[in-house]
Every structure is written in structure tokens, then in C-alpha cells.
């Protein structure tokens, strides 16, 4: 069966479809083509048989995961057969980009004023039974819905109030913590005057819900840092090389990509976010003129805060343990290897002062976490943004001043405050000081009477005083 890949209502390429297989048969418009089928950053119709390969892809990254809670549930409530069956009953459509997939005999029927989901309406039903125990679908209900292609493992739907989108994610496990992250995100971005996406909590039948409005309109698509990473070489397999992707955003001409990643990233530290991968960075760009608008505001932070943890276990963890991405296997390794001299002057950490009780204060009606996972969250969040001024102050070259600047002894005294019993390495990774160096202001926090060394070398730890 043969279809066409449009943008709107611009015809962008015909492809064959036969027992899963796809073949790219032409291509009418080059230059719309979606960017993760772009061939080493660029748009191009010369090698057919690379799309292949790459409309799959494409298509198969617009399908809701097998493995979402109730999905196979309402699939078979619906009698569809598959995920990929269930996005063809509204066109593959999206509410993050305005592509859509339209069958070859119906081109002259579709058009995208009538079936887009950023200006008609949709049903409701499936995303309340994807995200929900709720009423079963039959064979009868709507199947028109931008949830048929919305991918993830978390449970989440779209809802459209007074004109506007919004997207509704559920949290997991007991705690179900995540939909906190993304209010907790929503705020630190706020103070730090970061981009972002603002989260809102709402709890239904005590369960906790967070939605946010959709950052994309008619005009503007979400482009997935996967889709321009994607022909870039993997370190190790897994990790981007964080030079190889600013160099494709220089190429690409997006503005201020390095700055604003680079602001993600410090958020990430802050919050502990060990899933930051290559689908909850994305770049935005004018859908008609083609032009790069720029990174998208910060989403997608829920997975942060020590997520699904005790308190005991977070007591024990320090940054050097905690996993990151999508550079480095650490959110040590991560912070320190890239070059966040290049916003330190830029961020005021000053800005969060009182947010520990804004943070108190929202966790505190919340009947799911214990009483000693909320002390703990908080205490941790105020640790983690000191760590963080330490880590700005040694970028930014500091030297010792009363202006808040930290001379090399203070910022080792500072990390040892977080940890005494840490290594020379974990405060070399904590404040980028070399061993040396790391002696020497031992040897003076001692001499000043504010260290004293408990047991030997090798096993023991510092009294702070």
C-alpha cells in the first residue's frame, strides 16, 4: 500500500508499505523533510535507499511502547492490532511537529485544516484509558487521538481546555514521584530564569497527575536532539560526544544551543535527573520558513530527586554515584567535563535562597512519602545547590573575597561539609582541584583549627570544626 508523508498540507514523499517494510519511492520536497530523516545534518533526496531505513524510524518513534500501563488493555478493548495500527486511525498526527501520513488514494479528500489536532477537537476517551484503570473502550469508540502517537514508557495523555493543549503524565510506584520532579524543575528553572515548560500537580482519586501546556503551535516542531544526533558517532555505544552535537548546532545554525544546554544540564545536577536522554532534549524550529528558533524550554525532568529511593539510601549517595546523561555515566564526570565556565557568570544560585521551605511547603499535604522522605528530599535539595555554588565559584576562577567568592580552602572545606569522609579524588571531582592542591588546603584548615583528622589515612575521615 502506498502513502504520502506531508507537512500540513505539502506533499513531502511517497513511500510503499509491504509486510512491515518500508520503501521511499520519491521525494516532492526536500527541503521539509523531517530533520531525523536528514543524511550527515542535511536535507537530501539522493540516496532513497538511506530513507528507508530512516522513515521507519520516523514512524516507528510516533508509537505509544507495548509496554505502557494498560495500553495492550485498550487495544484490545478497541480490536486494533498494534501500536503502529492504532497511530494510521488518525494519520500518525502529532501535536509535536505537523507532520502526518496520509493513504495515497485519499490526497485529494485529507487536508490538514480538518484533521489536525491543534485546532479540532479529539476524543478524550483513550488517553483517560491509557493513563487510567477507567471505563473500557469497545469497538465503537473514537480512535482519533493525539495519544495514538505520543511514545514513552510513562502513562500520559493529552486534553485540550479553552483552546489549549496540555499534556498529563502519572507518576509510578508508590510515591509516584515524578510528577513532584517536574513541579520542583518547573520552579528552580523559574528562579534561575532558565526556559521552561511550566508543570501544575493535580491529584485525582490519590494519585498524583502533572500536565503542562504544549510548547509547540501550528507554526513550530519539536525536533528531538536524537533526530540531529543521529548520523554522529556513540562514545561507548551510549553516550554523545558533546562536541560533535554543538558543532552540528553551529552547522544547523541554532542560536544559543550551546548556552541553554549547558543551563539544562546544570538543572539536571541540581535536581540529581539521571534521565536526560536524547528525546527530552529537543530543538525547536519555525515549520514554515525552516529557521532554528533555538532549544527547547526545559521538559521531561521526572526522573530526578532520588526517584523510588529511602531516605537512608539517599543519605549514602554522592554526585560521583549518581547516573547522568547524556554525555557522561556520572553527574560528576558530567558537570566537571563540560565547559560551564561558559554560563557560570551568567547564573545567580542567590535566586533560590528560601526555595527549601517552597519546597517544604509543597511536599507537606502530600500523603504518599513518609515524613522522612520529605525531610530527606529537602535536606537534599539544599545540598545539592550548594554543591552546585561550589562547583560555579571554581569555574569562574574564584579566589577569596567576602563577595561570596571561595578561596581553594574554602571550597575544599565546603565539599568536605557535604561528606568528611571523602576521598581526595571525590573532592577533586566536587571542586576540579588537583590533588596537590586539595593537600595543601588540608594542611592550612588544619593549621586555622577548622579540620582535625580522625583515625588513619587510609580509613579515617575529618572532624569539621
Known amino acids: 500500500m502506498e502513502y504520502i508523508l506531508y507537512k500540513k498540507n505539502i506533499p513531502i514523499l511517497k513511500y510503499q508499505e509491504d509486510k512491515g517494510y518500508i520503501e521511499v519511492l520519491q521525494v516532492y520536497n526536500k527541503e521539509h523533510l523531517p530533520v531525523a530523516l536528514f543524511i550527515k545534518g542535511k536535507a537530501s533526496d539522493e540516496n532513497l535507499y538511506a530513507l528507508n531505513e530512516k522513515m521507519d ?22 480490536g486494533i492490532a498494534s501500536n503502529y495500527e492504532l497511530a494510521k486511525k488518525s494519520f500518525f498526527l502529532s501535536l509535536s511537529d505537523q507532520y502526518w501520513i496520509c493513504p495515497f488514494e ?35 469508540s473514537s480512535s482519533y487521538s493525539p495519544d495514538n502517537s505520543t511514545n514513552g514508557e510513562l502513562s500520559k495523555r493529552w486534553f485540550k481546555k479553552d483552546g489549549i493543549n496540555y499534556l498529563e503524565k502519572a507518576g509510578t510506584g508508590t510515591e509516584q514521584q515524578e510528577p513532584l520532579n517536574e513541579v520542583l524543575a518547573s520552579e528552580i528553572c523559574r528562579r534561575l530564569d532558565i526556559p521552561y515548560v511550566p508543570y501544575y500537580l493535580t491529584i485525582r482519586d490519590d494519585k498524583y497527575f502533572c500536565y503542562c501546556p504544549d510548547m509547540v503551535d501550528q507554526s513550530t516542531e519539536m525536533v528531538p536532539m536524537d533526530a540531529l544526533y543521529e548520523d554522529l558517532h556513540l562514545i561507548d555505544g551510549k553516550f554523545y560526544d558533546y562536541n560533535q552535537l554543538i558543532k552540528r548546532c553551529q552547522d544547523m545554525n541554532i542560536p544559543n544551543a550551546e548556552e541553554n544546554l549547558l543551563k539544562i544540564l546544570l538543572l539536571d545536577y541540581i535536581i540529581a535527573n539521571i534521565d536526560r536522554h536524547s528525546y527530552n532534549i529537543s530543538f525547536l524550529r519555525d ?48 558537570i566537571n567535563k563540560l565547559p560551564l565556565y561558559k554560563i557560570a ?121
Open 106 to 140: 485519499l490526497k485529494d479528500k485529507l487536508f490538514w485544516e480538518n484533521i489536525n489536532f491543534f485546532t479540532n477537537d479529539y476524543d478524550s476517551a483513550i488517553g483517560l484509558r491509557l493513563i487510567s484503570n477507567s471505563k473500557s473502550l469497545n469497538k465503537n
Open 345 to 465: 557568570p551568567y547564573i545567580n544560585l542567590d535566586k533560590l535562597v528560601g526555595i527549601e521551605d517552597w519546597y517544604a511547603d509543597f511536599l507537606k499535604p502530600l500523603k504518599r512519602l513518609t515524613e522522612g522522605k520529605k525531610s530527606a528530599l529537602v535536606k537534599k535539595l539544599r545540598e545539592r545547590i550548594q554543591e552546585t555554588k561550589i562547583i560555579l565559584q571554581t569555574v569562574s576562577g574564584s579566589t577569596t573575597s567576602q563577595k561570596g567568592k571561595l578561596s581553594n580552602a574554602e571550597l575544599v572545606y565546603e565539599a568536605l561539609k557535604k561528606n568528611p569522609k571523602q576521598t581526595k579524588e571525590e573532592v577533586s571531582n566536587l571542586t576540579g582541584l588537583s590533588r596537590a592542591t586539595i593537600t595543601r588546603a588540608y594542611r592550612l584548615l588544619e593549621k586555622e583549627g577548622k579540620l582535625k583528622r580522625i583515625g588513619s589515612n587510609k580509613t579515617g575521615w575529618w572532624e569539621l570544626k
Open 57 to 78: 524510524r520516523f514512524l516507528n518513534n510516533r508509537l505509544i511502547p507495548s509496554t505502557r500501563p494498560y495500553f495492550k488493555d485498550a487495544l484490545e478493548e478497541m
Open 287 to 334: 515549520s514554515n520558513t525552516l529557521q532554528w528558533k533555538g532549544l527547547a524550554p526545559v521538559y521531561d525532568s521526572g526522573k530526578s530527586m532520588f526517584l523510588n529511593q529511602l531516605d537512608f539510601e539517599m543519605e549514602m549517595l554522592s554526585s560521583s554515584q549518581i547516573a547522568a546523561k547524556p554525555f557522561y555515566q556520572t553527574q560528576t564526570l558530567q
